[in-house]
């Protein structure tokens, strides 16, 4: 379980042109979605750039997260900064590690003969659809009208004592897509714990065991790296 500390953003750098922040999984990003007597995200942001009156505040959303997924992310807070950072994001100039439990049912006869979970580093490539009307995502052959390529950089990391039957796997994704990271390690018999839309047997709460661990990016206004990292949340434990 998540501490209630947890349940909120936590601010990871701030200066006068962006905020980088960790994202809590289980709660709503943005949008008019979240239950009763619970705020999104953005809402959270926009309370702590300005109290007073949040929905005055300029906010840049440049890239997000699902809602089952915690970690890190950037909004600007100036128009020319949304720009700069939305352009590297376009761009593919942005370096982005996730963390990732999934579950190693069936990794000998993986779906769709996407290969099998690698024993070390490889390149996943799939092609993707957009989320159907129940908003999953699914993976076809190359060359099907509407699918778009998705390539994500994996490595399994043996160094991490999880139960029988589990893997640790480290993403770096190249390209942005919809469920991206969920799809390719389900299609590879390999479903992202607590994922039960993409074929997940095993609890995990709140949200699914894929955590965006660190984002690289140029600074909007100096160019400098930047390097934001989140901890995991205590639910991975």
Known sequence: ????????????????????????????????????????????????????????????????????????????????????????????????????????????????????????????????????????VQSVAEGTPGARSARTRAFVDGSRPLPEGLGWLRLWPETGRTHQLRVQAAVRGAPIVGDAAYGSSVPFHPGIALHARSLQVRHPRTAAPLILTADLPSSWR
């Open 1 to 136: 379980m998540s501490t209630p500390e947890e349940a909120r953003f936590r601010v990871l750098h701030e200066d006068e042109h962006c905020l980088g922040f960790f994202k809590p999984a289980g709660r709503f990003l943005q949008g008019t979605w979240a239950p009763e007597g619970e705020t999104t995200v953005e809402q959270d942001v926009r309370r702590h750039l300005d109290p007073k009156d949040p929905e005055s505040v300029y906010l840049g959303i440049v890239h997000r997260l699902d809602r089952p997924v915690s970690g890190v992310l950037i909004w600007a807070k100036t128009p020319k900064a949304a720009r700069r950072l939305a352009g590297q994001f376009e761009k593919r100039q942005v370096v982005k590690e996730y963390w990732a439990v999934v579950e190693r049912r069936d990794v000998s006869a993986p779906a769709a003969d996407a290969g099998p979970l690698p024993p070390e580093g490889e390149e996943w490539v799939d092609w993707l659809t957009a989320p159907d009307r129940n908003g999953v």
